[in-house]
């Protein structure tokens, strides 16, 4: 028999590890995170550079998650070669993190998915070489076909990881996206010797997205061998519109299949089985905020002249990836909880807790670990809704062209003017973001002629 002075001190154990694990707290990192999203959406850039960046000096193992933020602030902010270093090196780490690290995956089984470094979405992971290739055409543009060649070499190689029996299924949610071959049509377009690979680019744009109606236009005059008229050149309205997908964090009950895959990971990681019944658990999920612009006008000298259109539907890619990848979260969430309580019934028997203020104490201890269990919120969250674009051909010389949201009720709402030089038979790019009916940072222009 253990004597009362043992005893007391496992139930001062007890409750001192409950005390610690409380002072954790079960804050997320949308939480943490709140102040600088707020930050960029209500127009503080410089603001929310700098929160982020004190966020990424302070919290290493949520960098890349934060940083990601960081590019998207860089670039409405007028920095586009900063925002694509940004971008390039969490690509780069997502990359080494793919192999997931052993002793980390330990640890976050008695903690939470938050004690991983964290690798990404997948379509994160795919919406970062999307934004490269755009980030790249503001400037030099002599990466981004390279840039578009990634994206759906990705998409691609993500499917192939999905076990066989599952790739049928998941093959919905790793479709080409459009925007790659549109951006590789663009730049051959305006090479004036690459017109049967715009063509073929557009082809795949066409039947890719068909809903997206300039793309047969596109076809057509690619096929023509007509870039623009001599003394014309051409404007590329790129926007990033609403609030894009994000995670929160849900209480779920346990799907079969969330079962069956706790089931495997509990073989690799103990002896234990998963339990019949378990209580709800809290996991990410990812919601995409209700529609406030549907698009956006241009217009020149109060004369609309064109319209964008979704060439990337950001939140729809999103919903489609984190339902293949739902299961997955579940089960790993079921088999930390199966183990938790594994561990408490362990440390019962090692320090006899037979006596029922120690019994109580450790089972106080056991709910305490469940209930201070965060779901890992971790994700892009300034991605937007959708990417849109509209293509102007206009005489050559400076046209001031006014970018005016037109509102879900088809309102239009009055936006900024921004100066564009268009150059004869060349290719020049404008960039403005509208997470709602005002602007967020600057309206970004960038006129280059593109290699040959």
């Known amino acids: 028999m253990r004597s009362r002075a043992d005893q007391s001190r496992t139930i001062w154990l007890c409750f001192a590890s409950w005390t610690l694990l409380t002072l954790a707290g079960c804050s997320t990192y949308a939480d943490r995170i709140r102040a600088a999203r707020e930050q960029f959406y209500t127009g503080q850039v410089t603001t929310a550079a700098e929160t982020l960046a004190d966020y990424i000096e302070h919290h290493p193992r949520d960098a890349d998650a934060a940083a990601l933020d960081l590019a998207v602030v860089q670039l409405v902010s007028g920095q586009p070669q900063q925002a694509e270093l940004t971008l390039r090196g969490v690509r780069d780490r997502f990359e080494e993190l793919e192999q997931a690290d052993a002793v980390e995956t330990s640890v976050s089984m008695l903690t939470d998915d938050q004690q991983l470094a964290y690798a990404g979405e997948n379509y994160e992971k795919v919406l970062t070489r999307v934004f490269l290739a755009l980030v790249n055409l503001l400037q030099d543009g002599q990466d981004a076909e390279a840039y578009s060649l990634q994206i759906n070499a990705k998409q691609e190689e993500l499917l192939q990881r999905v076990p066989e029996e599952e790739r049928e299924q998941a093959r919905a949610a790793y479709v080409p996206l459009a925007i790659a071959p549109y951006v590789r049509g663009m730049i051959r377009e305006a090479s004036f010797a690459n017109y049967d690979d715009a063509s073929r680019a557009y082809h795949q744009v066409v039947s890719w997205q068909p809903g997206f109606q300039a793309g047969r236009l596109d076809l057509a005059r690619a096929e023509q061998g007509i870039h623009s008229q001599p003394g014309h050149g051409v404007v590329y309205v790129f926007t990033l519109v609403n609030r894009g997908p994000v995670k929160e964090q849900s209480v779920e ?69 984190q339902e293949i990848e739902r299961p997955k979260i579940i089960g790993r969430a079921v088999a930390r909880r199966t183990i938790k309580k594994a561990a408490v019934y362990v440390a019962k028997d090692v320090v006899e807790a037979d006596a029922p203020l120690a019994d109580i104490a450790l089972s106080a201890v056991g709910v305490a670990w469940e209930a201070t269990e965060a779901a890992d919120t971790r994700c892009w969250g300034l991605l937007p809704r959708e990417i849109q674009v509209v293509r102007l051909e206009l005489p050559a010389g400076t046209h001031q062209l006014q970018l005016s949201p037109v509102l879900a009720s088809r309102q239009t709402y009055p936006g900024p003017t921004v100066a564009v030089d268009v150059l004869d038979g060349r290719n020049s790019y404008v960039l403005a973001c509208f997470p709602g009916p005002q602007l967020v940072g600057q309206v970004l222009t960038s006129n280059h002629e593109l290699t040959r």
């Open 253 to 321: 009950i346990p799907t079969s299949a969330a079962m069956l895959v706790a089931d495997r990971m509990l073989s690799v990681f103990s002896q234990y089985d998963v339990p019949p019944t378990l209580a709800p658990i809290k996991v990410p999920r990812v919601v995409v905020p209700s529609r406030q612009v549907d698009g956006v006008a241009v217009l020149m000298g109060g004369r609309a002249v064109g319209h964008t259109e979704t060439i990337c539907d950001v939140g729809e890619l999103a919903l489609r990836q």
